[in-house]
Each structure stands twice: as structure tokens, then as C-alpha cells.
């Protein structure tokens, strides 16, 4: 405890999460949406040209940790960024179903997922030899998420329509008043 006090990761952190809540009280929904996604984005394209380099090299040499881990990191903050353009994408043309059933959703999270992947074969890793127990993790997490897929698709599966929503869900039949603050307006000059 006496460690976490002195923690300079533990004290963003909260004071971040603090701050986040405080400023979300302020914003209308839609506002803080964009500043969130400013945010993310801002600092997502910063990292990945911090991470370019390393992860270059990561492609080419692609032996030990430090090449896993770094192709990773820069393969998150890309992909967070994707994951923020497509869904700004989604606001910004209302949602349409060709787009929102689109596999492009699904490909993000396929790809973040690999990056995760890549960062349990990364501790110990040196010249291409992934340890064992890393292999083991590997595959626990495969499972894993396939209990969770199966779980899922067998509760829900009778009960979704052809497009994956669930019909008859609880939420649904409640009559919810929701207060949304309007869309700024546009000028033009």
C-alpha cells in the first residue's frame, strides 16, 4: 500500500477518472462524445508515430519481446483510432444498417484481439522461441473466448433476429424518457 501511495501511474489515473466524471457533467451527451473522440484520437495518432519505428523493425525482425510488444502497442493505438473514425463515421451518417452490420466492426476487434494475443506471447519471448507457459495462456484465452461465443449464442440465439438483436428484451418494453440535448448549429458564413 505504501508503494501505491507513491505511485505516479495511481495518481493520473484516479485524478483522470475524476476529472472525467467531474467534465462529463458539464457536456451534453453529444459533446462529450466528440471531445472523448478528440481525445482518443489525438492521442492514438501520437502514439502510433512514437511506435512507427519500433514496430517496423517488430515486422522485420519479429524474434524477441521487445518486437512483439512494440508491433502490439503500435497495433492497439492504430486500431483504436480505426475504431473511433468508424464510429464517428456511424454518428456522423445515422447509423445506417448497411454500415452498423457491416463486418468492419467485427475486423476491429479480431485485430485488437490479436494484439493482445501478441502481448501474452511476448514476456520471455527471445529469438523466436515463445515460452511455454505463454503458449499455454495463449490457448486458455482462445477457449476462453469460445465459451464466451458459445454462451452467448446458445442463450441468445432463439431470441435474435437476422441482423443479431434481441427481440423481446426487457429494456425494450420499458418506456424510457430520455433527455438529449440538441446538435449544435451550423452556420454558414
Known sequence: MKRLRRSLIAYLFLTVTLLTWFCASFFSWYEFQEIASALVMGSCLVGMVQWFKPAARSMRDGQDYADFFAFSI???????????????????TG???YL???????I????GAFSVFLMILARGTEGGHVPRDNIVRAIIALILSGVIAATTLIVFSDRLDELGRLEGAP?????TEFIVSPLPAFREP
Open 171 to 175: 429494456w425494450q418494453h420499458q418506456q
Open 95 to 97: 447509423r445506417p444498417d
Open 108 to 111: 476491429i476487434m479480431i485485430m
Open 100 to 106: 452498423v452490420y457491416s463486418p468492419v466492426t467485427g
Open 74 to 92: 503500435f497495433q492497439i493505438l492504430f486500431f483504436m483510432s480505426v475504431q473511433r473514425l468508424w464510429g464517428n463515421l456511424l454518428r456522423w
